[in-house]
Nanobody
């Protein structure tokens, strides 16, 4: 069993940056791909980014490509989402989840989910 805890959310002005962290417990963390997802008020949850078990493969939603960077440190059981050039439309609760691979994560086929961290971008 893997438990995930997100952190790093907060209030930032448009054009600013935040780094989210997804800390995992459990010895099997390094076997999983990890994805970031977000859900804005009144909208469905959407895929943001994913990284495979080794960190050698990543994929992004078109809306964040070139602005967000996903990375992982398996020694620390942590995955990061560096968010730059933030826009008001990035405002959402951000969740991380484990998945079998980046393709499954891109289809929102998460296995274990965290409780989320709120990101608010002001204009």
């Amino acid at each position: 069993q893997v438990q995930l805890v997100e952190s790093g959310g907060g209030l930032v002005q448009a054009g600013g940056s935040l780094r989210l962290s997804c800390a995992a417990s459990g010895r099997t963390f390094s076997r999983y791909g990890i994805g970031w997802f977000r859900q804005a008020p009144g909208k469905e949850r959407e895929f943001v980014a994913a990284i495979n078990f080794s960190g050698g493969s990543t994929t992004y939603a078109d809306s964040v490509l070139g602005r967000f960077t996903i990375s992982r440190d398996n020694a620390k059981n942590t995955v990061y989402l560096q968010m730059d050039s933030l826009k008001p439309e990035d405002t959402a609760v951000y969740y991380c989840a484990t998945g079998n691979n980046v393709f499954a994560l891109k289809r929102s086929l998460g296995i274990h989910w965290g409780n989320g961290t709120l990101v608010t971008v002001s204009s």
